[in-house]
């Protein structure tokens, strides 16, 4: 029972800080950290490299995330990994996606 009276304060805490609910989850690292990653990928065909930001981590609705990135980034080329528990954006939006995702109260 105090666990879920602890539980609910820090909802109220992060609601009051200006979070709102939603319907997905982004899980941090052991060590506390966001899981999003810039990855370098080389294209095989054309000797390119591609930047691509990853977001690690997800549960529930990735649909809603990749909705609000991309109200909150513009058009974004995104790609949902299987399984729905990864996210790759191509191009390097890893402080944006931190940010965005620090003032979501994760």
Same mark, same amino acid.
């Given at each position: 029972m105090?666990?879920?009276? *602890?539980? *609910? @304060? ?6 009051? *800080? ?17 899981? %999003?990653?810039? /990855? %370098? ?16 981590g997800?549960? @529930?609705?990735?649909?809603?995330? %990749?909705? /609000? ?5 513009? /058009?974004l080329?995104?790609?949902?990994? *299987?399984? @729905? ?5 191509? @191009? ?13 109260g994760?």
């Open positions: 105090a666990l879920a009276t *602890a539980a *609910a @304060g820090a909802v109220r805490a992060v609601m009051s *800080a200006g979070a709102r609910p939603c319907g997905f989850m982004v899980h941090r690292t052991p060590l506390g950290y966001l899981p %999003v990653y810039l /990855e %370098v990928r080389r294209e095989t065909s054309k000797y390119q490299s591609v930047e691509a930001t990853v977001i690690r997800l549960e @529930g609705n990735v649909t809603q995330l %990749v909705d /609000e990135l991309r109200n909150e980034l513009g /058009e080329d995104v790609l949902s990994r *299987a399984g @729905g528990d990864s996210l790759v954006l191509w @191009g390097n939006y890893m402080d944006e996606c931190t940010e965005y995702l620090l003032r979501r994760f």
